[in-house]
């Protein structure tokens, strides 16, 4: 049996794993990309430090392009890195959290933190602390048909949703922040409630995800699978019982990419999922400018709604020098112009030169996750979309009520196992 599978990310790589392993058949991968891993890939960066004038030691590293750290109910993700060996090299840290709002950094990590911050009341507070310890309660199929917004003002008022979640939804999908499902920010609340007094506890791998990459894509060329990158799918049409994808046949297809995009190349019908777009600025300071936090939300205005200090999460010391995200999601890819419009805003939110700036990359993923707006849960279609054509990826039944490295994980098991049922029951 010849497997074609369409798109090198998690799900992607994970399913040819799976299927080279259990030699159900020759897997090739097709990747448009210059390297795997997808969301989840990476920039190589040289780091040469200098003694005043004098260039010192060059280090190498590598860094994800968009800012990543697991959680420990990954379960599925968990056991894959034991399996790859990697588990040793699993560290957990304590994430510290920020909001910035009238020109300050207001550290929200420690009780302390919280009591001191101004912008809740007391009763809001404990409203809300007791609201995130019952989050893991509540049922999703219970909360896909309400609005996040109409949920949280019915449970906790309007005042915590105006000055509270209200700035963080928008910060994350921008106008269709009304429609968006309770189920979704109920998630996100249940999982962030994993904390110590320090912070949430929060996973990486020691020198970055790019290892999880490199030992997948080694396994599956141990295992026989084949890689091509740079190789775009651009067409995909019905061929005997199979497919004919770009030039060649195969008896399966599995899809990673999004179901707009497979409709677009197959003129497959499938339920459309709307997508929105990632733009991620990565760069590198030789001071911190966070005060030690890892995660500042942005409740003034500006380019972006969350900055990221990575290196006040993993150690400092495997990269010598301080690397800072500039997180922002939209609708749509933004016009020329916004690169600079972000530094512009960092320098002069944090007092930043920008000759201060040793490096930077801008990546922008047109297709960076789904928006779990209300009524999504019942629109999960099944894997099989055509006849021995499936699709998982971000917008599968494992990755509801969000998408994550360990729900990719999930989809790209569960693929496995559908595409095998379905062709051993074909066969009978
Ligand atoms: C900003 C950001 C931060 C995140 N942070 C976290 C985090 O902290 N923790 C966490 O668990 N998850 C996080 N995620 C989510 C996580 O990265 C994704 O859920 C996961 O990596 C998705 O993997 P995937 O394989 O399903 O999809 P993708 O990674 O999108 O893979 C799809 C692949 O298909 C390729 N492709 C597309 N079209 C074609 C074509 N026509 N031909 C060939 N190839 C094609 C793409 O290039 C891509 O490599 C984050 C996501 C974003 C956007």
Known sequence: MDICIIGGGITGLVAALR?????????????????????LSSYMISNTSSNGSTPQNTTHYTIEKLYHHIFSTDTMLLSLFSELNLSSQLHWFSGSTGYYIDGTIHPLTTPFEILRYSYLSLFEKARLGIFTLRAKK?????????????????????GIYTSFFEPLLRSKFGPNVKEISAAWLVSRVAIRSDRGTSGERLGYLEHGFSHFIDALETEIIQAGGTIHLNTEV??????????????????VVVSTISPTQIQVLGGLECEQVPYQCSICMTLALPRDVLQNIYWVNMGDDAPFGAVIGH???????WYHEHIIYLAAYAPQPPAPGYEQKMIDAFCNIFSVQQSEIRWHRLAIEPYAGPLYKTGYRSRIQSKEIAPHFFAAGMFSRENYPERS????????????????????????
């Open 405 to 428: 490295i360990n729900g990719s994980v999930a989809a790209g098991e569960a693929v496995v196992q559908e595409v095998l049922r379905t062709i051993k029951q074909s066969q009978e």
């Open 311 to 317: 290196t006040n999460f993993a150690p400092y010391e």
């Open 19 to 39: 299927f080279a392993r259990q030699h159900a058949g020759n897997v090739t991968i097709y990747e448009q990309g210059d390297t795997l891993g997808g969301l």
């Open 234 to 251: 651009t067409d995909i049409r019905r061929e005997g019982e199979g497919w004919r994808v770009n030039d060649t046949h195969y008896d």
């Open 138 to 158: 509540y049922l999703n199929e219970d909360l896909d048909s309400i609005t996040a917004e109409a949920f949280i003002k019915s449970e906790l008022g309007e």
